[in-house]
């Protein structure tokens, strides 16, 4: 299992941005699939998932109404839509499969992936 982030940057507060994780190794259509971040100093935070690709989707109450979890089945690839960026969303991001959604996302200290990227970083100034 392959998961490789990409489309971190640096933007302005009230700013866009995608990030993107492409997969490969595993039945795309099927795991749990999702995001993570950890600010520099802090605890992983679970960001937003879905059961499936397919499935439901879920947020943490911090996002809710400014990020979107998407999929391309064709492209084998998730992403995540941010808007309205705050400076607290600073953090590097992680992609994750094969995980317990939403539970790992409100509890992610308890999350134990099959899998997880190596992040990318988005840093949102002020």
């Known amino acids: 299992v392959q998961l490789v982030e990409s489309g971190g940057d640096l933007v302005q507060a009230g700013g866009s941005l995608r990030i993107s994780c492409a997969t490969s190794?595993?039945?795309?259509?099927?795991?749990?699939i999702g995001w993570f971040r950890q600010a520099p100093g802090k605890e992983r935070e679970g960001v937003s998932c879905?059961?499936?690709?397919?499935?439901?989707?879920y947020y943490t109450d911090s996002v809710k109404g400014r990020f979107t979890i998407s999929s391309d089945n064709t492209k084998r690839t998730v992403y995540l839509q941010m808007n309205n960026l705050k400076p607290e969303d600073t953090a590097r991001y992680y992609c994750?499969?094969?995980?317990?959604?939403?539970?790992?996302?409100?509890?992610?200290?308890?999350?134990?992936?099959?899998?997880w990227g190596r992040g990318t970083l988005v840093t949102v100034s002020s």
């Open positions: 994750a499969v094969d995980f317990l959604c939403p539970e790992d996302i409100e509890a992610a200290e308890n999350a134990v992936p099959s899998a």
């Open positions: 190794g595993f039945r795309f259509d099927e795991p749990a």
């Open positions: 879905m059961t499936s690709t397919e499935g439901t989707k």
